[in-house]
């Protein structure tokens, strides 16, 4: 989904302390030219772990093709996970984040 110019100022302005991580992302896979933008925000879990999880169960996702991620986060990731981050990445060696 796009993000709204409006949800942008909230959760990115440094003077508001929010409780959400909003998280905006591209991804791009292989040699291809297309590039898939969307956000995400937290809900049971943190964003983070939210987007490991869609992002391996789409149907689209093929741990064989490189593919570069570029993350945009409201808020730096916690420890839990940044261990989550960390093993996705070793899991799939031909991923990039960024």
Request: aromatic letters at 16%; hydrophobic letters at 35%; a positive charge.
């Amino acid at each position: 989904r796009r993000i709204e110019p409006w949800e942008f100022e909230v959760f990115f302005n440094p003077g508001v302390l929010r409780k959400e991580t909003c998280l905006l992302y591209e991804i791009q896979w292989g040699t291809s030219r297309k590039i898939w933008r969307n956000s995400s925000k937290n809900t049971t879990n943190h964003v983070e772990v939210n987007f490991i999880e869609k992002f391996t169960a789409e149907r689209h996702f093929c741990p064989s093709i490189s593919c570069s991620i570029t993350w945009f986060l409201s808020w730096s990731p916690c420890w839990e996970c940044s261990k989550a981050i960390r093993e996705f990445l070793s899991q799939h060696p031909n991923m990039t984040l960024v």
